[in-house]
């Protein structure tokens, strides 16, 4: 049973550049969550998707980033328009459950560097 | 507010030391998750232990062991006789059942360095 899947690994782009970012969950896992991870600095929520809906993108910036769960495909996390501040890990977390403390499963993330 | 802390930036310890990683929570649910990830050098988030709200029994995992307090709205993390390879950030994290959906609350994790 393969665990999440994130590609690419590691991702280069120029300042106003589009980075995408896509996360393959965990068979039968059908919540997938994104997070962030800025240097120095723990985790930090920005989305939670179930296919073909996002429940919450509380922690989403308002402008450049969006984020779906197509009913086909990966999830695919968008941010238009780079800038250096964007320069972070992005990890994926999937989950057959939700609010029954069910581990997040995480992908080994994208580390986006933003030149 | 945050809702997990972890005071402890970074610890130093030389090999075959044990060390305790603190972690804090705060939450207003009564049934919660708590969580501990590994994150080494390779960057890869690894899992290590879920525990929920109403099991409080400390749990034992060879050399990991977890010590869970809900008067103190604490959760550490022991490594006894730590190696070389135990270095990494150490990130404690939250579920709550309630309204957030199984989103994670992360503290800011503990770079832990053993040293030969």
């Known amino acids: 049973n393969a665990g999440v899947m994130q590609n690419p690994r590691h991702l280069v782009r120029r300042r106003g550049q589009e980075a995408r970012l896509r996360c393959s969950p965990m068979k039968g896992h059908s919540h997938v969550y994104w997070y962030r991870q800025l240097p120095e600095e723990g985790l930090k929520f920005m989305v939670y998707?179930?296919?073909?809906?996002?429940?919450?993108e509380s922690g989403m910036p308002k402008e450049r980033f969006s984020a779906e769960f197509p009913k086909e495909g990966p999830s695919i996390l968008r941010i238009q328009q780079v800038v250096r501040g964007d320069s972070a890990a992005y990890f994926c977390?999937?989950?057959?459950?939700?609010?029954?403390?069910?581990?997040?499963?995480f992908g080994q993330g994208t580390r986006l560097t933003v030149v | 507010a945050q809702k997990v802390t972890q005071a402890q930036t970074e610890i130093s310890v030389v090999e075959k030391e044990d060390v305790t990683l603190d972690c804090v929570y705060e939450?207003?649910?009564?049934?919660?998750?708590l969580f501990w990830y590994k994150q080494p050098p390779s960057g890869e988030l690894v899992f290590l232990i879920r525990?929920?709200?109403?099991?409080?029994q400390n749990e034992i995992s060879g050399r990991y062991s977890w010590n869970f307090q809900k008067s103190t709205s604490s959760f550490n993390f022991t490594i006894t006789a730590s190696q070389v390879v135990d270095s990494a950030v150490y990130f404690c994290?939250?579920?709550?059942?309630?309204?957030?959906?199984?989103?994670?609350?992360f503290g800011r994790g503990t770079q832990l360095t053993v040293w030969p």
């Open positions: 939450t207003r649910d009564t049934t919660y998750y």
């Open positions: 994290a939250l579920s709550e059942r309630g309204s957030t959906l199984g989103r994670l609350y």
């Open positions: 525990r929920n709200s109403f099991d409080e």
């Open positions: 998707l179930q296919k073909e809906n996002i429940i919450d």
């Open positions: 977390a999937s989950s057959p459950k939700v609010g029954e403390g069910n581990e997040a499963f």
